[in-house]
């Protein structure tokens, strides 16, 4: 089992940064897949950014290139995602995921584990 802990949500403002962070623990892959999707009320689930545990290969969702950062610290078993820019259409609440693979992916179906999800609500 894999444990997924997001945190770093909060209200900002349209323009603002926000930092999530997400602390992993529990059983770990030789090389796996993190990623970060959000979820607004009413719409699907859907992807933000992934990143590749030992090779640091990223990928990111063409509403958020440029403006947000994927990021993780191997040391710390932490991940990051450092969102600037901040849009009133970022509002969401934010997961973790991990998957079992060195394949990225942007569907959220083929992740194992998943975080509980943090808020972020920006205001215009």
């Known amino acids: 089992q894999v444990q997924l802990v997001e945190s770093g949500g909060g209200l900002v403002q349209a323009g603002g940064s926000l930092r999530l962070s997400c602390a992993t623990s529990g059983r770990t892959f030789g090389d796996y897949v993190m990623g970060w999707f959000r979820q607004a009320p009413g719409k699907e689930r859907e992807f933000v950014a992934a990143i590749t545990w030992i090779g640091r290969m990223t990928t990111y969702a063409d509403s958020v290139k440029g403006r947000f950062t994927i990021s993780r610290n191997n040391a710390k078993n932490m991940l990051y995602l450092q969102m600037t820019s901040l849009e009133p259409q970022d509002t969401a609440v934010y997961y973790c995921?991990?998957?079992?693979?060195?394949?990225?992916?942007?569907?959220?179906?083929?992740?194992?584990?998943w975080g509980q999800g943090t808020q972020v609500t920006v205001t215009s």
């Open positions: 995921a991990a998957r079992g693979s060195i394949v990225v992916t942007t569907q959220a179906r083929l992740y194992d584990y």
